[in-house]
């Protein structure tokens, strides 16, 4: 017995499918035809015109919100506020003129020390545009088949920022940080197996060149009889970083700049902190990438050391600058807190001389604070004075009772 469609009579076949219910079946036409009279017909149209209609921001508006919470790296700035607003121009822009020409995507590679600024900058975009960014860690990446996460893991967690929804995901951004931490031993290739290092890289070169990539919705290891969800990267734009330490002495060969003699030590750690901004493709081969991936980052560009200057910026300027966080923490307690310039020179040389950038600032106040913040209940109606003497000698801040206001 042929089933027939309750609504319309048509039989069923391979290109006409029924669904079955309680002694009734539909065909797809009436439940399509069904779908329009609930829901109308324009539903898919609006998705696409609010699609073509995101706004977007234009590189100055992208770099002002940067420069709100970043200090210095003009040039990282604008490198990253161009990519991220060509990726979108591409996507919903492209395809609305009528010539062949199709745009590439142009990923981006950021070379700085610890500290300067790349994670902090893909972060800040990330909470200030209603685009999915995802923002993962190459440090625990390995092949297939060996303890740590597999590379496609990384679209996992873009398809969670994206809420689970494919399309938003497809046109996403992904910053893979430590990218330096996957670079093969030696610039010869392994003839043994390369756990973290060659194997990972042309993994991670299929994601970034475009392709379909089958990933797990939860993560964790492919299995056999796993359901998986499919994934184009063509569409998604890749923007690494890393620290690349010992880049410089290769660049310093690369160059001749290793002169021996007297006086020459300290010209030469001058001309070493300022050559990562003379990298090339060549070098990065020789520290331990493949060729193949770098030729897939388009735009390479370094980020600065940060200096004295820089550092005392970091710890007042920004919105949510670390002496800012530590007077609103004191202004609950009712206790002002006042940093001297001394102090803040202070902490910054400290920092300078601990090399983690501008990370360790935090541990650095964490420090100084810590006492104070233990009696800061008893201080109520205080002012509290931070000198050079708080940081470098770990003496006692000044306390200055405000003057209370006659009747």
Request: charge should be negative.
């Amino acid at each position: 017995m042929i089933n027939k469609c309750s609504f319309c009579k048509s039989e069923e076949s391979i290109d006409n499918r029924l669904l079955a219910g309680e002694d009734v079946f539909i065909c797809e036409n009436c439940v399509v035809s069904a779908y329009k009279i609930f829901f109308g017909e324009e539903d898919e149209l609006q998705t696409e015109q609010e699609d073509v209609d995101l706004t977007l921001f234009t590189p100055k508006e992208l770099k002002e919100v940067l420069d709100n919470y970043v200090v210095g790296q003009e040039q990282a700035k604008k490198v990253f506020s161009v990519a991220v607003y060509n990726h979108y121009k591409r996507i919903f822009k492209s395809n609305q003129s009528d010539d062949d020409t199709q745009i590439q995507k142009s990923n981006v590679l950021f070379i700085g020390p610890t500290g300067s600024g790349k994670t902090l900058m893909a972060q800040t975009l990330a909470n200030h545009l209603d685009v999915p960014i995802a923002i993962t860690d190459a440090t625990s990446l390995t092949e297939a088949g060996y303890v740590g996460e597999d590379v496609e893991n990384i679209l996992t967690r873009l398809l969670q920022v994206a809420d689970n929804d494919i399309k938003k995901a497809e046109r996403g951004i992904v910053f893979i940080d430590e990218l330096d931490k996957i670079a093969r031993a030696g610039e010869n290739r392994s003839i043994t197996r390369d756990v973290s290092g060659e194997g990972v890289q042309q993994a991670l070169l299929k994601l970034i060149e475009g392709s379909v990539v089958n990933i797990s919705p939860k993560g964790g290891r492919k299995h056999p009889n796993q359901e998986f969800t499919q994934i184009d990267t063509s569409n998604i734009l890749f923007i690494c970083g890393g620290a690349f330490d010992g880049l410089n002495e290769i660049i310093a060969k690369r160059l001749g700049s290793n002169v021996l003699g007297f006086g020459q030590e300290k010209k030469n750690k001058e001309e070493r902190e300022n050559l990562l901004s003379e990298v090339e493709p060549d070098d990065l081969v020789h520290f331990g990438l493949i060729p193949e991936l770098i030729g897939r980052l388009h735009a390479i560009t370094t980020l600065e050391p940060i200096t004295k200057e820089g550092m005392i910026e970091i710890l007042t300027k920004p919105k949510n600058a670390i002496v800012k966080q530590y007077q609103k923490l004191f202004s609950i307690d009712n206790v002002k807190l006042t940093f001297e310039q001394k102090a803040l020179e202070a902490i910054a040389e400290l920092a300078i001389s601990r090399k983690t950038g501008a990370r360790g600032l935090r541990t650095i106040m964490e420090d100084i604070m810590l006492d104070i913040m233990y009696e800061l209940p008893e201080l109520a109606g205080s002012e509290v004075v931070i000198t050079e003497d708080v940081v470098k000698k770990r003496a006692k801040p000044l306390y200055v009772k405000p003057i209370k206001k006659s009747a």
